[in-house]
């Protein structure tokens, strides 16, 4: 079965400096990977998808995460963040094969921007 | 507003009472799914509708039924509530596995306490 490891539980950087959060999977088999962020109080919002061709994928708000299938990896990155990136991230995966969309989700990596 | 509607937002049950959350969603979406969120834990799946007309066990499905009520309407049931299902609980849905439509719609939540 699919598994997802989100090694940092927490992750505390400062505003305007770069951040990675991490996530590796576990399935060898052809993966969709997600990551999602969910603000204080709130449901979670697709932050970026990665499917198919480039492997480097971005979100609107800055934030970009690299496939990297030897690794079983799809670390989320941002160069500069923000007071406002305060939340909590999901990294998920999905088996392409399957009829309909099963994802598994990390344990989550919450990060806290301070000034 | 479209997207996924889930009732109550809080509730507070006592030990071995039941209870029915409520998830709606208006995008005419196939799957529906129901995760609950503990610190630490990310969230499990408890049970999922791959399509209408079709209930499956999740990763945590023991204390819980489901109802798939039509293709809109897929509800929670706890028929006797134990302190370890205080929980928040997430409803998702999603469409059938379409390259650019891949990714879950997440209800803002339903925040329980068992007591």
């Known amino acids: 079965a699919q598994s997802v490891t989100q090694l940092d539980s927490q992750v505390p950087v400062f505003e305007e400096a770069p951040v990675e959060l991490r996530c590796n999977y576990s399935?060898?088999?052809?993966?969709?990977l997600f990551w999602y962020v969910q603000y204080p109080n709130q449901g979670l919002q697709l932050l970026l998808k990665?499917?198919?061709?480039?492997?480097l994928v971005e979100s609107i708000n800055g934030f970009e995460a690299e496939f990297n299938k030897s690794q079983t990896s799809f670390h989320l990155r941002k160069p500069s963040v923000h007071i406002s990136d305060t939340a909590e991230y999901f990294c998920?995966?999905?088996?392409?094969?399957?009829?309909?969309?099963?994802?598994?989700f990390g344990t989550g990596t919450r990060l806290l921007v301070s000034p | 507003n479209a997207g996924v509607t889930q009732t109550p937002k809080f509730q507070v049950l006592k030990t071995g009472q039941s209870m029915t959350l409520q998830c709606a969603q208006d995008?005419?979406?196939?799957?529906m799914y129901w995760y609950r969120q503990d610190p630490g834990m990310g969230l499990r799946l408890i049970y999922y509708s791959a399509s209408e007309g079709t209930t499956d066990k999740g990763e945590v499905p023991n204390g819980y039924n489901v109802s798939r009520l039509n293709k809109r309407e897929f509800s929670l049931r706890l028929e006797s509530a134990a302190p370890s299902q205080t929980s928040v609980y997430f409803c998702?849905?999603?469409?059938?596995?379409?390259?650019?439509?891949?990714?879950?719609?997440f209800g803002s939540g339903t925040r329980l306490t068992v007591v």
């Open positions: 998920a995966v999905s088996d392409i094969n399957t009829g309909f969309q099963k994802l598994v």
């Open positions: 998702a849905s999603s469409v059938t596995p379409g390259r650019d439509s891949y990714g879950y719609t």
């Open positions: 399935s060898s088999v052809s993966v969709y």
């Open positions: 995008m005419n979406h196939n799957s």
């Open positions: 990665y499917l198919s061709g480039s492997t």
